[in-house]
């Protein structure tokens, strides 16, 4: 589930998809990522049963706006909840381009649990940013996460990104998951500073809460925490 840094370190590296939208790269790129992380929480809820967690990943983006990518992190959610992955694999690929003074990002992601199948999830995605907003949308086109009965739950994603000087920048964010025919929805909120350390090294610290609470492994992974990252892109 990928990317800022901390948050998927996906964005939370969802952040590579979570992202917000872009315009089309001058020049095609192939960048490559590696991560540590204090806690992998994704859409607040810990992946890593409140454990750190460690990723890598690989991205391109042509030139036309198009691009492919994949991240991978250790979770421990899968297995606590009776699986045989240790493993998530992300694969993904879309389109970003801009209308004017907004950009948009388009595109398809597959969660993928090695050693397992049942959790095994799609979405689609898309997303605008005007100025410093960025609001987003996915949507599952299987069941989510191996909850039954569960397709076409949507996650609605809304966060801003203020450059504070001197490399800092600060991220707000609110998401709300709606589960389709399922009674655990929820809305997750997250505050995250990060610094540009430079030479592709870039640290946070992420202060996230949900209105749920989520038992994994015998401990509440929806609950309140403070997760620390470190990442290096390449």
Do not use: C
């Amino acid at each position: 589930m990928k990317k800022l840094l901390v948050p998927s370190l996906l964005a939370l590296s969802l952040l590579a998809v979570t992202g917000a939208a872009q315009a089309q790269a001058a020049e095609s790129s192939l960048s490559f990522n590696v991560g540590a992380t204090t806690d992998y929480r994704y859409r607040g809820i810990s992946q890593s049963r409140l454990k750190p967690a460690v990723s890598a990943g690989v991205d391109y983006a042509d030139k036309s706006g198009f691009y492919v990518g994949a991240w991978g992190s250790s979770i421990k959610w899968v297995k606590d909840s009776g699986g045989d992955s240790s493993v998530e694999v992300d694969v993904y690929g879309g389109y970003k381009g801009a209308v004017g003074d907004v950009a948009y990002d388009v595109g398809f992601l597959r969660y993928q649990y090695p050693g397992t199948s049942a959790n095994n999830t799609n979405e689609v995605y898309g997303a605008l940013t005007y100025g410093l907003v960025t609001a987003k949308y996915s949507q599952s086109t299987t069941n989510l996460f191996g909850v039954a009965d569960s397709k076409k739950s949507g996650y609605l994603d809304l966060s801003a990104n203020f450059d504070l000087g001197s490399g800092y920048s600060l991220t707000p964010h609110v998401g709300r998951q709606t589960i389709k025919n399922n009674a655990g929805s929820y809305t997750d909120y997250s505050v995250t500073v990060s610094k540009d350390l430079g030479n592709g090294l870039s640290a946070s610290a992420m202060l996230v809460d949900t209105n749920t609470t989520a038992v994994i492994g015998g401990k509440d992974t929806a609950k309140s925490g403070v997760v620390v990252g470190l990442k290096y892109a390449f």
